[in-house]
């Protein structure tokens, strides 16, 4: 991990040389959560379980459309499990005169919170 430093006239991550002189804004935002099961994948199982219902009721001697009902109902509750225990990350950003670039990315809000805190009163 990187160690972060902040100072009146600089802020250091890593190997990284930030002047206090040329920051033009510090924010905090959400990053793009990335997830396994895609939420399209989510969707075309759900419409492929309601086709093997209908398969299974009409054809139900046949094993085969049973266990692929099953597994798709069981990718269909890991998509949806994953999306509420995945938990969201956030960044800590700076825009400088030259750009902007991101310092931390966290789950931990409040430790975020303290970093820009701290930075506002530079």
Not at 30 to 58: D, E, Q
Not at 76 to 98: C, D, Q, W
Request: glycine share 6%; with cysteine; aromatic share 8%.
């Amino acid at each position: 991990m990187k160690t972060l430093s902040i100072t009146n006239r600089t802020i250091t991550l890593g190997s990284t040389i930030y002047q206090v002189s040329n920051i033009t804004s510090v924010g905090k935002h959400p990053l793009k959560t990335k997830y396994i099961f895609k939420l399209r994948f989510v969707i075309i199982c759900i419409a492929l379980i309601g086709l093997g219902i209908l398969l299974v009721i009409a054809n139900p001697d046949v094993i085969l459309l049973k266990w692929l009902t099953g597994t798709l109902a069981a990718f269909i509750g890991l998509g949806i499990f994953e999306r509420f225990v995945r938990p969201k990350k956030y960044a800590l950003s700076i825009i400088t005169n030259a750009g902007s670039a991101e310092l931390i990315a966290s789950k931990n809000q409040k430790f975020l919170n303290k970093i820009l805190i701290k930075l506002l009163k530079l």
